[in-house]
């Protein structure tokens, strides 16, 4: 088997099936789901959810929701792949300030 070089700088925390809750805003109403989150970096966010975001969209996207060491990041939707019934979409995370 050939050895697969890996070219990411940064680290990745495997997050499969770890629920988030992203919120964004939806024709001025803000809208809150929760989502499967599957891999997390110190530069991006890789979740599945129900519906397509387009791209450019803001989200505020909250780990470990339901306890107290829930944390929130902004980021904004850099790619949104149809994957059958779900999509999977990739956000950019960008500075809260």
Request: hydrophobic share 35%; aromatic share 8%.
């Amino acid at each position: 088997m050939e050895d697969i070089e890996e070219k990411r700088q940064s680290l990745r925390i495997d997050m499969e099936s770890d629920k988030i809750v992203i919120d964004w805003l939806d024709d001025q109403h803000e809208k809150v789901a929760e989502a499967t989150c599957v891999d997390l970096s110190r530069r991006g966010v890789l979740f599945v959810y129900s519906e397509h975001f387009a791209l450019g969209s803001l989200l505020h996207i909250t780990f470990n929701p339901h306890n107290d060491s829930r944390y929130t990041v902004k980021g904004q939707v850099c790619r949104s792949t149809n994957i059958g019934h779900i999509y999977q979409i990739a956000v950019q995370l960008i500075d809260l300030n």
